[in-house]
């Protein structure tokens, strides 16, 4: 299922968290992480249940149905950590206040009584794409292959974006 265009609103940082509203802003008419996380977690534990003590206990499809909500829950907080600048805004909290708080230098906000950097995640582009699609393939590519298709992905990427595409 696709969902429409995404509005400017979603991709607008929340004074009250320093997040993107759609991470967990709940405030608006958008997906938000949080909400998704809520829902997988809650509709695995509902078919664990069903599955250990549910008038058809034992039902295989239940256990199968509990496992992958559970695993599309556990690899969403994965990707916040792995796709956010999580990581490093909690570095500089801890006081190592060189590490780049990728989303730039003159982004910071105030937030209860303190400037901080927002909490952003990434984008997955057409080169992240390729890496997703051909992943161990690219092992069989010399690394001047993989670099030029990089570069062509990117050009093209470029010339889609300056022809409004």
Same mark, same amino acid.
């Not at 664990?48 to 695993?71: F, H, I, P, Q, V």
């Not at 599309?72 to 490093?88: G, I, K, P, R, V």
């Not at 708080?101 to 997955?124: D, M, N, S």
């Given at each position: 299922?696709?969902?429409?265009?995404?509005?400017? &609103?979603?991709?607008? @940082?929340?004074? !009250?968290?320093?997040?993107?509203? #759609? @991470?967990? +802003?709940? +405030?608006? +008419?958008?997906?938000? /992480?949080?909400?998704? *996380? !809520? #829902?997988?977690?809650? !509709?695995? &534990?509902?078919? %664990?249940?069903?599955?250990?003590?549910?008038?058809?206990?034992?039902?295989?499809?239940?256990?199968?149905?509990?496992?992958?909500?559970? %695993?599309?829950?556990?690899?969403?907080?994965?990707?916040?950590?792995?796709?956010?600048? #999580?990581?490093? *805004?909690?570095?500089?909290? $801890?006081?190592?206040?060189?590490?780049?708080?990728?989303? %730039?230098? !003159?982004?910071? @906000?105030?937030?209860?009584?303190?400037? =901080? #950097?927002?909490?952003?995640?990434?984008?997955?582009?057409? =080169?992240?794409? $390729?890496?997703?699609? &051909?992943?161990?393939?690219?092992?069989?590519?010399?690394?001047?292959?993989?670099?030029? =298709?990089?570069?062509?992905?990117?050009?093209?990427?470029?010339? /889609?974006?300056? /022809? %409004?595409?």
């Amino acid at each position: 299922r696709l969902r429409g265009p995404v509005e400017k &609103i979603e991709t607008e @940082i929340d004074s !009250r968290t320093g997040m993107k509203n #759609y @991470i967990a +802003n709940e +405030n608006g +008419n958008w997906a938000t /992480s949080a909400a998704y *996380l !809520r #829902y997988s977690f809650a !509709r695995s &534990i509902h078919y %664990g249940r069903l599955y250990t003590s549910g008038s058809k206990k034992g039902n295989e499809d239940d256990l199968c149905e509990a496992l992958r909500c559970l %695993g599309q829950a556990l690899h969403t907080m994965e990707d916040f950590s792995a796709h956010s600048n #999580y990581c490093e *805004l909690a570095l500089r909290e $801890l006081g190592y206040n060189s590490v780049f708080p990728h989303c %730039g230098t !003159r982004t910071e @906000i105030h937030l209860h009584g303190k400037r =901080v #950097y927002p909490l952003v995640t990434g984008t997955f582009g057409a =080169v992240d794409f $390729l890496h997703s699609v &051909i992943g161990e393939a690219s092992d069989h590519f010399t690394q001047s292959e993989v670099d030029e =298709v990089d570069v062509a992905l990117k050009n093209a990427e470029g010339a /889609s974006n300056r /022809s %409004g595409g």
